[in-house]
């Protein structure tokens, strides 16, 4: 026999991680309650992630490039908004991001594939600005990109849910949702919660529950990070050795790439690759002292793109998942989208380069090959 709800909300957001919490966050400014139910497991990337702030680097679809701009500069006001509301403060750097050539060949590159707005950085001009960088050959500054200290930023919001008066909290694993004939999600306790719409938000492990009238691709995608003590940058850097971010006296390196596992432990051989790539990046930093280690599961899609949609099978169902390495970035205008399609029915913003079918011809080709 089914248990009776436990008692009904507007919103359920299924997932208390940034992402989640941002999206019960964006409702309640619009007076809509919400209830998060969730479980932070090992190796959730809202706390092991570096916090870039990075829409400018790589190739992109224009669409997706600008939601993703548009997401870092929606940052200070959310952060405004999070300080005020907690009495927390929450470091937020926008000097922009350095992508630096370690020869001449990168720099070439570099040059290159410069996007407009960006600045070409010579090597005399970057090591005067950062002087632990003047072995590079020159680099890209990317303005208005930065970091963001994500953990104190999920810290911010837990404390924001607490005082909230429209958002309930859950601490438990759903198991399924409901779609037939009102919404609602089950917990692995056998909890039975109604609502009017559920958010899935449930980060690396969206396919762990049942009930979803389509397959998501949506898998684990494994990164090990390495901190050091010192920090002589004012930047974060990156390049092709992977990126460095500096945070509260110490640098954070990352980062491995493991498509597949859930596994939250980092081993030797993977953190001594890491310290490699700290010595290309910031020679100044190759023998820092470890401060930590630690491995963090993105939820990443095939094409690395959120899906941020509502589901065309069942209308009280939407998904924010799937955000790959941009899930920091991404999390407040993610929550703004999706409070959007609850109260007005679409989004200010154009969403379908994240629309949910955009992956079914993939899924049906990996069927046919099984």
């Known amino acids: 026999m089914i248990p ?15 992402v989640g919490l941002s999206i019960a966050h964006a409702l309640a400014s619009r007076g809509i309650s919400a209830h ?15 916090g870039l702030l990075s829409p400018s680097g790589g190739t992109l679809p224009e ?23 907690t009495g927390r403060t929450i470091p937020l750097n926008r000097l ?16 290159k ?91 690396a492990w969206t396919r762990a529950i049942s009930g979803i009238p389509r397959e998501l691709p949506v898998f684990p995608l494994r990164g090990q990070m390495l901190a050091v003590d010192g920090q002589p940058l004012r930047h974060a ?5 992977g990126y460095l971010v ?12 493991e498509p597949g596992s859930f596994d939250s432990q980092p081993t030797s051989a993977d953190i001594e690759d890491l310290r490699a790539r700290l010595r290309q990046l910031c020679p100044a930093l190759g023998d820092a002292a470890e401060r930590a280690r630690w491995a963090g599961v993105r939820p990443a899609t095939p094409d ?13 169902l939407i998904y924010a998942c799937g955000h790959s390495k941009n899930g920091i970035l991404l999390a407040p205008l993610t929550g703004d989208c999706v409070a959007d399609l609850i109260t007005k029915g679409s989004s200010r913003i154009d969403l379908r380069a994240f629309a949910a079918s955009r992956f079914d011809a993939h899924l049906k080709a990996e069927r046919a090959n099984l």
């Open 246 to 257: 500096p945070r509260r006296g110490c640098a954070f390196v990352g980062s491995t790439l």
């Open 113 to 203: 594939s410069a996007p407009a707005g960006t600045d070409l950085l010579s090597q005399t001009e970057l090591a005067r600005d950062e002087p632990s960088l003047a072995h590079a050959r020159g680099a890209l500054l990317h303005p208005n990109d930065g970091f963001v200290d994500n953990r104190a930023v999920v810290e911010a919001l837990d404390e924001w849910v607490a005082r909230s008066t429209l958002v309930r909290r859950s601490t438990a694993l759903v198991r399924s949702v409901e779609l037939d004939r009102s919404a609602a999600v089950v917990t692995a306790s056998g909890d039975r919660f109604a609502c009017d719409t559920v958010v899935l938000a449930a980060g």
């Open 63 to 85: 669409s997706v490039r600008a939601f993703m701009t548009a997401a870092r500069d929606a940052y200070p006001s959310f952060v405004t908004r999070l300080e005020h509301d």
């Open 96 to 111: 922009g991001i350095l992508e630096i050539a370690l020869d001449d060949d990168e720099l070439a590159d570099l040059v």
């Open 4 to 18: 009776p709800p436990l008692g009904a909300s507007d919103v359920i957001v299924v997932g208390d991680g940034i």
């Open 36 to 50: 998060v139910i969730g479980e932070r497991l090992p190796g959730a990337a809202s706390i092991a992630a570096a």
């Open 304 to 316: 690395m793109r959120p899906i941020i949609d509502r589901e065309s099978r069942a209308e009280s």
């Open 237 to 241: 850097v990156m390049g092709t050795p």
